[in-house]
């Protein structure tokens, strides 16, 4: 079992930057792919970033490549999400996902954090 903690989230202007962080516990860590995803009011979870168990590939939504950047640090148990240049469209609760695979649908993840809430105002 493994347990996930999203932190970072927060109010910001559009243009500014957030690091969103999760960190896992109860498990192992390095095998696991994870993902971010954001979810906005009356819309489904959508994909964000990816990372491989090893960090070796990542992915991401057409949209956020150039600006986000996923990474993770195995020894802290923790993966990261640099997200510059933020929009208010973007606004959404955003979870972190733990995947024996990697990939960019919600069904595919086995465990989910609560999410931490970044709002972006225009």
């Known amino acids: 079992q493994v347990q996930l903690v999203e932190s970072g989230g927060g109010l910001v202007q559009a243009g500014d930057s957030l690091r969103l962080s999760c960190a896992a516990s109860g498990g192992t860590f390095s095998r696991y792919g994870l993902g971010w995803f954001r979810q906005a009011p009356g819309k489904e979870r959508e994909f964000v970033a990816g990372?491989?168990?090893?960090?070796?590939?990542?992915y991401y939504l057409d949209s956020v490549k150039g600006r986000f950047t996923i990474s993770r640090d195995n020894a802290k148990n923790t993966v990261y999400l640099q997200m510059n240049s933020l929009k208010s469209e973007e606004t959404a609760l955003y979870y972190c996902?733990?995947?024996?695979?990697?990939?960019?649908?919600?069904?595919?993840?086995?465990?989910w954090g609560q999410g931490t809430q970044v709002t972006v105002s225009s």
């Open positions: 996902g733990a995947s024996l695979g990697v990939g960019a649908r919600p069904q595919g993840y086995d465990y």
């Open positions: 990372i491989s168990w090893s960090g070796g590939s990542t």
